[in-house]
């Protein structure tokens, strides 16, 4: 990943929605546009499988499941674009979710493991984000975070084989890491 420029959240903003980035891979991070690593099959294949998982688990319930769209990180000048977001069900056409909205971020990992797992991490722990998955597809893992403090996550955990995690807003809902 690499850095384009360093332009205000209001100016990349205008650029978006005039279309400047348009087909191109970006995240606005603290003042930063960059580029995001291009998706293979394997992670493209894991997004739309977690897309119909998400999909089948939330039906009935107030949530609306956003795939590799942006939310503003309110306080840190940052739209990140996860690649699944369990946000409030609403309407968002007049502005992004932000973090009060979410109730679980998920990304998917196969060669931005390490920024998923620092950088990324921080961010959304900064931001109060409770409930964050990387899924490795290299180690076949889940890593879950929770309890954020800072810039920090106080709860880590690996989750493989066939060990069931369950998001912490709808605790009914089951997904079997293998």
């Not at 674009?81 to 009060?100: C, F, H, I, Q």
């Not at 490795?136 to 879950?144: E, H, S, T």
Request: proline share 4%; aromatic share 8%; no cysteine.
């Amino acid at each position: 990943m690499s850095t384009i420029a360093q332009i205000s959240l209001a100016e990349y903003e205008r650029m978006a929605e005039a279309g400047v980035f348009e087909g191109r891979r970006l995240e606005y991070v603290r003042g930063e546009i960059r580029e995001m690593s291009p998706k293979g099959d394997r992670h493209e294949d894991m997004v739309d499988w977690l897309d119909d998982w998400s999909h089948e688990s939330v039906r009935g319930k107030p949530v609306r499941v956003r795939v590799q769209n942006s939310i503003r990180l309110s306080g840190l000048g940052t739209l990140p674009e996860p690649d699944l977001a369990w946000v409030v069900r609403r309407n968002y056409a007049r502005g992004k979710p932000t973090e009060k909205d979410v109730y679980l971020i998920i990304e998917v990992a196969e060669t931005s493991l390490d920024y998923d797992l620092g950088e990324k991490a921080e961010l959304y722990a900064e931001a109060g984000i409770g409930d964050y998955w990387v899924v490795d597809l290299i180690a076949r893992q889940i890593i879950v975070h929770r309890d954020p403090v800072q810039r920090r996550y106080q709860n880590v955990q690996s989750v493989s084989g066939h060990e069931e995690i369950r998001p912490l807003a709808f605790p009914d809902v089951v997904l079997q890491s293998d």
